[in-house]
C-alpha cells in the first residue's frame, strides 16, 4: 500500500524557473493539502483541497498555484520560483476533518 | 496570532523522566485535535487523538480542555526513542482544514 506518494524527493532551481510538485494517493481520500515547513515555523498551509474539484488557499499561497487533478492527484506549481521559497512541501491526505491524515515524505527545494 | 500555539521547546529531559506538552487554540469552532510525532527529517506521523474525556495510549495521555481552549500532551517513563518534534493539530476554517502549531522539540537523555 503506498499512502501518499510525492516527487521528487529532491530539487535545486534557479532563481525564476518553474516547476510542479506532484502528489498522489491511493486511499480514496476526500481530502488533500500541500504544506511548507521552515526551521521553527511548523507546517504552513499553502492550499488545501476538501474536494475532487475544489480548491481553496491556506495560511501562505503567493507565489503558488494548485491543480486537483482527479480524486488522486493533487499538484503544486511553482510559476516563478524564488528563494524565499526554499522549503521541505509536504503533501498529505485524509477522509475527513476527524480522521488521521498521512503525509508524503517530502519534497527538499532549494531555490539558488 | 496563528491558530494553533504551542511552546517550541527544546525540552531535554532525562531517560524515565514525566514531561507534559500544552498547546492553545483560538478557533472555538475547532472540533478536532491531534498530536502528531515528526522525527528529524522526517514526514508527521499520527501520535494520537485527542477526546474531550481524555485518552490514554500507553505512557502517552492526551487531554483536550474546551473551556480554556488547550490541549496536552503527557509523556510518562520517557525513552530515548520518545525523541522527536511533537506537532499539535486542529481543524478550523470552512472546510475544517488541519492547522498544526509549530512543534515542540523533545530530547531524552540517557
Known amino acids: 500500500n503506498a499512502g501518499v506518494t510525492q516527487t521528487p524527493k529532491f530539487q535545486v532551481l534557479k532563481t525564476g524557473q518553474s516547476m510542479t510538485l506532484q502528489c498522489a494517493q491511493d486511499?480514496?481520500?476526500?481530502?488533500m493539502y500541500w504544506y511548507r515547513q521552515d526551521p521553527g515555523m511548523g507546517l504552513r498551509l499553502i492550499y488545501y483541497?476538501?474536494?475532487?474539484?475544489?480548491?481553496d488557499k491556506g495560511e501562505v499561497p503567493n507565489g503558488y498555484n494548485v491543480s486537483r487533478l482527479n480524486k488522486r492527484e493533487f499538484s503544486l506549481r511553482l510559476e516563478s520560483a524564488a528563494p524565499s521559497q526554499t522549503s521541505v512541501y509536504f503533501c498529505?491526505?485524509?477522509?475527513?476533518?476527524?480522521?488521521?491524515?498521512?503525509f508524503g515524505q517530502g519534497t527538499r527545494l532549494t531555490v539558488v | 496570532r496563528k491558530e494553533v500555539e504551542q511552546d517550541p521547546g527544546p525540552f531535554n529531559v532525562p531517560e524515565g523522566a514525566t514531561v507534559a506538552f500544552n498547546c492553545t487554540y483560538s478557533?472555538?469552532?475547532?472540533?478536532?485535535f491531534f498530536w502528531y510525532r515528526q522525527d528529524c527529517r522526517k514526514e508527521p506521523k499520527l501520535l494520537m487523538s485527542?477526546?474531550?474525556s481524555g485518552n490514554e495510549d500507553g505512557r502517552f495521555t492526551a487531554q483536550l480542555n474546551r473551556a480554556s481552549q488547550y490541549i496536552s500532551l503527557l509523556i510518562r517513563d520517557s525513552k530515548l526513542s520518545d525523541s522527536a518534534t511533537y506537532l499539535c493539530?486542529?481543524?478550523?476554517?470552512?472546510?475544517?482544514?488541519?492547522?498544526f502549531g509549530s512543534g515542540t522539540q523533545l530530547t531524552v537523555l540517557p
Open positions: 493539530v486542529g481543524n478550523s476554517g470552512s472546510a475544517r482544514q488541519l492547522t
Open positions: 498529505a491526505s485524509h477522509a475527513g476533518p476527524s480522521t488521521e491524515a498521512f
Open positions: 483541497s476538501a474536494s475532487e474539484g475544489t480548491t
Open positions: 486511499m480514496n481520500h476526500n481530502s
Open positions: 485527542v477526546y474531550s
Open positions: 478557533n472555538s469552532a475547532s472540533q478536532s
